[in-house]
């Protein structure tokens, strides 16, 4: 590994963390989304100091290429994020539908109540 990429590896792996964290005090992001891109970045933070446990890890693990373990790592972290993703946005249709239909139904029970006043010699107090 060349003293470039050793660099590059660090400066990245530490800008990601800068990022999350700046996009948490912002409260542009929650802190249940951002604990994943938090260890995912402390990951790699930790590979980029220490390039030679990604190649231990490999070769412990049986893989040939420590390249393959890092981007399968990868993968994987991107898969739980999609899937709480999608476990949320489930959620959040389901009860956007519940509060669409209470919208409706409150809609209208509002011009049901306003026909009977507008009725003529109706007592809307009856």
């Known amino acids: 590994m060349?003293?470039?990429t050793y660099v590059f590896g660090i400066v990245s792996?530490?800008?990601?963390?800068?990022?999350?964290?700046?996009?948490?005090?912002?409260?542009r992001v929650r802190e249940r989304h951002a604990l994943a891109w938090i260890?995912?970045?402390a990951f790699a933070l930790l590979v980029a100091v220490f390039p030679q446990l990604l190649t231990?890890?490999?070769?412990?693990?049986?893989?040939?290429?420590?390249?393959?373990?890092g981007?399968?790592?990868?993968?994987?972290?991107?898969?739980l994020v999609s899937v709480q993703h999608s476990a949320e946005l489930t959620v959040l249709e389901e009860k956007s539908r519940t509060l669409?239909?209470?919208?409706?139904?409150?809609?209208?029970?509002?011009?049901r109540l306003e026909a009977e006043v507008r009725t003529p010699g109706r007592d809307p107090r009856a």
């Open 2 to 4: 060349t003293v470039t």
């Open 13 to 27: 792996a530490a800008l990601v963390l800068l990022v999350v964290f700046e996009m948490l005090r912002r409260r």
């Open 39 to 41: 260890v995912a970045g």
């Open 56 to 69: 231990n890890t490999a070769s412990l693990i049986g893989i040939s290429v420590p390249t393959n373990l």
């Open 71 to 79: 981007f399968f790592i990868g993968v994987v972290v991107l898969f």
């Open 100 to 111: 669409a239909e209470n919208v409706a139904l409150q809609d209208e029970r509002i011009a």
